[in-house]
């Protein structure tokens, strides 16, 4: 078990991530609703849940140009029980 370095209390392992909202017109190529001209059909909102993810340059160099490397790894965290104390960390 991990403990809170605020509280003393337990802290469980998680994820940050963002909800993000899309919203898609759906329309003909030709004509919208019902045949008429320019009458499209109202926007359908979809939504998915987004990481948050560390993107950081390397040392390595990379290509003809010699252009850096770049390392992405996944955010995730801890947070406690009692106080809501939360520590995040990059993975890997």
């Known amino acids: 078990m991990t403990v809170c ?10 994820e940050a991530f963002c909800q993000v909202s899309i919203a898609e017109v759906q329309t003909s190529p030709t004509t919208g609703i019902l045949g008429m001209p320019g009458v499209n059909m109202p926007p359908v909102e ?4 987004e990481r948050i993810l560390w993107r950081e340059r ?3 160099k990379r290509g003809l140009f010699g252009r850096r490397g770049i390392r ?3 955010i995730q965290g801890m947070r406690c029980v009692q106080c809501g104390y939360i520590e995040f960390y990059a993975q890997g």
């Open 72 to 74: 992405v790894v996944r």
């Open 58 to 60: 390397t040392d390595e």
């Open 46 to 49: 979809t939504s998915r849940d």
């Open 5 to 14: 370095p605020k509280c003393g209390n337990e802290m469980r392992e998680g």
